[in-house]
């Protein structure tokens, strides 16, 4: 007997029927503004790149590229425009910060994702995302304040001496390093969670551990979203300002030691782009030079990490 027969529609029928004819207002609104959203980014970092790079681009018609990227003084009220010292100052400054915060984020989101109960996750999370709102100059200021002369009390004096507030990248890279933590944390606590409770279930009865299941079966199963908030993390570092300012100092040192100040790109913009140098000089255009260098750094940072989430992404059903 057919559908037709007993008075019931077929199901193309009843389909074609509840189906919309078009889309809603309301819809079609949505989709406008969220397509006007997209725009705007794309049209910002179009406007960022070319006002770079007018003047980094007349900054190197008047000095080669070999000499800026190989070079190794800066100091360009002398004409020294190596500018090797600031971008080894400015990776001094994050892997040291990555270093600390690395293995205090993973753990606290292992600990989150793994082991605390709901109770305590509402406490622990919301506390632990507060570091991230905390203005970076206040950072800066307890660095100065109390983790340089914390650091010069406990490190060897012949390795870290000089009067209080003394200038040095440790110090710095701390304070960076606990402003990325609640980065680290947060989504690679996201990435854990999302992973399907039927994997852990399985190595329970297998018989894993709960230390086991988390180390062998989560953490390997979020590698993709723990690469990527360590790729972010990294990201936010390199464009930290005040912190490098007011706690590694301004003074470009070829070195990755991190008892020693150092200079910073962004430290080096923010001195520097202040209104005390004339607009056209040579020495004005360095900001802009500094400038599209650090771009292209962030630029390549954000490439490499979704190479790697692409990599390691894994895709449940």
Do not use: H
């Not at 900054?59 to 070999?66: A, I, K, L, N, R």
């Not at 500094?290 to 992404?313: D, M, P």
Request: proline share 6%.
């Amino acid at each position: 007997m057919e559908a037709r027969d007993i008075g019931v529609s077929s199901p193309v029928g009843l389909s074609s029927r509840l189906e919309a004819p078009s889309r809603r207002w309301g819809e079609k609104a949505i989709f406008a503004a969220l397509a006007v959203c997209a725009a705007l980014s794309v049209i910002t970092t179009t406007a960022i790149v070319i006002s770079l790079l007018g003047p980094a681009f007349g900054f190197f018609q008047e000095v080669s590229p070999g000499d800026f990227f190989l070079k190794s003084e800066w100091a360009p009220a002398q004409e020294l425009f190596g500018v090797l010292p600031l971008v080894l100052g400015t990776l001094s400054v994050v892997l040291w910060g990555l270093l600390f915060a690395i293995p205090i984020g993973l753990g606290a989101a292992i600990y989150l994702s793994e082991y605390a109960g709901p109770r305590v996750r509402k406490i622990v999370k919301p506390v632990l995302e507060v570091l991230a709102g905390i203005p970076t100059v206040a950072i800066g200021f307890f660095g100065v304040s109390l983790v340089t002369p914390l650091l010069q009390d406990i490190w060897p004096g012949e390795f870290l001496g000089g009067p209080p507030g003394f200038f040095n990248a440790g110090a710095a890279a701390l304070c960076v390093g606990l402003m990325i933590v609640p980065i680290i944390s947060s989504i690679s606590d996201d990435a854990m969670r999302s992973v399907p409770a039927g994997l852990r279930e399985g190595a329970y009865a297998l018989g894993a551990g709960k230390m086991r299941v988390a180390l062998r079966v989560v953490f390997p199963a979020a590698l993709s979203g723990t690469v990527a908030s360590i790729v972010l993390a990294f990201s936010r570092a390199v464009g930290e300002t005040m912190i490098v300012i007011l706690v590694a100092g301004n003074t470009p040192n070829l070195t990755l030691n991190p008892v020693e100040p150092i200079q910073a790109m962004t430290a080096y913009i923010g001195v520097t782009a202040t209104g005390d140098i004339a607009t056209g000089t040579i020495e004005y255009d360095t900001v802009f030079a500094v400038g599209a260098l650090l771009f292209v750094i962030t630029l390549v940072a954000n490439l490499i990490s979704i190479r790697l989430v692409r990599r390691y992404r894994e895709a449940y059903e």
